[in-house]
């Protein structure tokens, strides 16, 4: 089974910072990865599909890039509403995978 | 509106049997995939189950194969997933998902219900 690894698992940073995040899977998956945004006690929101495709209505400052094996979420600059949890995902195989998480705290 | 609306959670002892349902609204359901994900309190996501949209092709992952099964009713726009031989592990809120296809078999969940709470204890 591929493993999705992120890293950091927290990270703290003020409002206006640019924010990144990274995914690496245990083996090539091409593009196939999305991001998602979960805030406590609800369910999490789809941002970025296939690696680097906002999803409608998401802000611009969310952007994905990489392929293969390794992958970035970038905020370029940090809003109040977005201090939350990140999930990336990928498919392959008839499975779905989620990596562990990154939660964004407030510094 | 699009929406995804989750029933069926509970508290249930080791052993036991629950089914969910997850009602959907605001969209063709049969013309989507759908699945369901779990996340064990204070844990990450976890996915357990898909289903076509005509039903012809289900996944399970390998901690709930052969205790839950996926169906679905187009006609009653609903999505179920019935579990059986319940685990302390089990434990968990469960989403429904809709799955979105991009094309080129690229997919990612756009839409997910409010999520339905199993707690598995004696």
């Known amino acids: 089974d591929i493993q999705m690894t992120q890293s950091p698992s927290t990270l703290s940073a003020s409002v206006g910072d640019r924010v990144t995040i990274t995914c690496r899977a245990s083996?090539?998956?091409?593009?196939?990865l999305a991001w998602y945004q979960q805030k406590p006690g609800k369910a999490p929101k789809l941002l970025i599909y296939?690696?680097?495709s906002l999803e409608s209505g998401v802000p611009s400052r969310f952007s994905g890039s990489g392929s293969g094996t390794e992958f970035t979420l970038t905020i370029s600059s940090l809003q109040p509403d977005d201090f939350a949890t990140y999930y990336c995902q990928q498919y392959n195989s008839y499975t779905w995978t989620f990596g562990q998480g990154t939660k964004v705290e407030i510094k | 509106e699009v929406q995804l609306v989750e029933s069926g959670g509970g508290l249930v002892q080791p052993g036991g049997s629950l089914r969910l349902s997850c009602a959907a609204s605001?969209?063709?359901?049969?013309?989507?995939?759908m699945n369901w994900v779990r996340q064990a309190p204070g844990k990450g996501l976890e996915w357990v189950s898909y289903i076509s949209s005509s039903s012809s092709t289900i996944y399970y992952a390998d901690s709930v194969k052969g205790r839950f099964t996926i169906s679905r009713d187009n006609a009653k726009n609903s999505l179920y997933l019935q579990m059986n031989s319940l685990r302390d592990e089990d434990t968990a809120v469960y989403y429904c998902?809709?799955?979105?296809?991009?094309?080129?078999?690229?997919?990612?969940?756009?839409?997910w219900g409010q999520g339905t709470m199993v707690t598995v204890s004696s």
């Open positions: 296939k690696a680097s």
């Open positions: 998902a809709r799955e979105q296809d991009y094309g080129s078999g690229l997919q990612a969940f756009d839409i």
């Open positions: 083996q090539s998956i091409s593009s196939w």
């Open positions: 605001g969209f063709t359901f049969s013309s989507y995939s």
